[in-house]
């Protein structure tokens, strides 16, 4: 299921890109499908068609060495139920809803804090898009937030899904941000798991308006104001598809648009020092050479080159070789057993298709860094769940 997300995406995003430069029928921010020729959009098709080529190849390989490895190996092993008394699993459940209940208590207290600790900068900043909630640990606790749904049952379930919807409206109202979808993907999943299709499509609804509502409020001022938001709310929903359509030329011609911009006019620097402070998993006030200027990777002050175009501005070899990664990563989430991680990596991976295209590498390493770590745990409960009986 995953291996698709990529292909189908980069391929979508080309016909769009393609009908927005030749027609002009799809708007583009920045005016990207002025700036860039259909010459110079060719030469893109060609590097993501030669690449997609290579993931495909390449999850194959990765797919054919998962076979050859566990072709002659016969699994004896027994799913072992225990039975467990009604206290006992009441216990279970009790001391699991508290620790939910604690991470909730923690995840409330750090936006609440975020909110007042940078809120006098929200507003003296003179940014293209302003944010109160930006950062890793901001992500961090939305993905959190999105697997405390799966967690709980009854009446704590509602509770916390109430608060995935509160969050996710104050990430997407005060920083315009997508990151407000991440809590939403769990309640769709949940949702689906239990077989309440009719909340699913509430559910699938409500964040796809999200994300409408959170690209276009970027531009709204005034955001104390309940007025303001509730004739935002309003209008955002009578011009939900005006503001979806749009949307649509954001997600997917800009990505490829932008990616050739940066490459044709060399905008930015970004070399292999960049490239490795970018990859690496520690904080900057931990670790970031004297060298590294973070500024220089952007092509002016709302723009950046973008994870895509750093990549390939160091080297097209080491562009080919991410794609590589891209199909190891992706034939891992496929082989996930357990569903309601393999649901939640999958949905991150999409998400961070867009951001790698948009944002910078120092952003979107998080998501793959994140979804080994999933991996990880989906290999760990794989092992534990599935023990080989003892002969006696």
């Not at 279970?92 to 936006?111: G, M, N, P, S």
């Not at 975020?114 to 939305?142: C, V």
């Not at 990505?255 to 620097?269: A, D, M, P, W």
Request: hydrophobic fraction near 50%.
């Amino acid at each position: 299921m995953t291996k698709f997300v990529l292909v189908a995406y980069i391929l979508f995003s080309l016909i769009i890109s393609y009908l927005g430069v030749s027609y002009d029928m799809i708007p583009t921010p920045f005016s990207y499908n002025q700036l860039v020729s259909i010459e110079e959009l060719w030469g893109t098709v060609i590097i993501l068609l030669s690449s997609l080529l290579l993931y495909g190849v390449s999850y194959r390989c990765f797919d054919y060495k998962h076979k050859h490895k566990h072709k002659h190996k016969h699994s004896t092993n027994n799913l072992i139920s225990v039975n467990v008394s009604k206290n006992n699993h009441f216990f279970v459940v009790k001391k699991r809803t508290l620790y939910c209940w604690f991470f909730q208590l923690i995840i409330v207290l750090y936006f609440l804090s975020q909110f007042i600790t940078n809120f006098d900068d929200y507003l003296s900043s003179n940014a293209h898009i302003k944010r109160i909630f930006e950062g890793k640990f901001s992500q961090f606790f939305l993905i959190i937030q999105c697997f405390l749904v799966f967690l709980t049952k009854g009446w704590t379930r509602t509770l916390i899904a109430t608060f995935s919807l509160l969050l996710a409206f104050c990430v997407a109202w005060f920083d315009g941000s997508r990151s407000a979808l991440i809590p939403l993907f769990g309640l769709v999943i949940s949702a689906y798991m239990e077989k309440k299709y009719l909340k699913t499509t509430f559910f699938v609804f409500i964040l796809t308006y999200m994300f409408v509502f959170s690209m276009g409020v970027r531009t709204v001022d005034d955001k104390l104001s309940v007025f303001t938001f509730f004739g935002y709310l309003f209008e955002s929903l009578v011009n939900f598809f005006i503001i979806f359509a749009g949307s649509i030329g954001y997600l997917t011609s800009f990505s490829i648009l932008h990616f050739t911009y940066v490459n044709e006019t060399q905008k930015g620097l970004f070399g292999i020092h960049d490239l490795l402070y970018s990859l690496s998993p520690f904080p900057s006030f931990v670790f970031k050479p004297a060298i590294v200027n973070e500024e220089l990777w952007k092509i002016d002050s709302a723009r950046v080159i973008g994870g895509a175009g750093e990549i390939y501005r160091v080297s097209i070899l080491l562009f080919y070789c991410t794609f590589i990664f891209f199909a190891w990563l992706t034939n891992k989430i496929d082989r996930m057993s357990t569903i309601h991680i393999k649901l939640i990596s999958v949905s991150i991976f999409t998400l961070s298709m867009v951001v790698f295209f948009q944002y910078s590498l120092r952003t979107v390493h998080w998501f793959y860094y994140l979804l080994m770590l999933f991996i990880f745990i989906d290999y760990k409960l794989s092992k534990k769940r599935t023990i080989k009986p003892t002969i006696r």
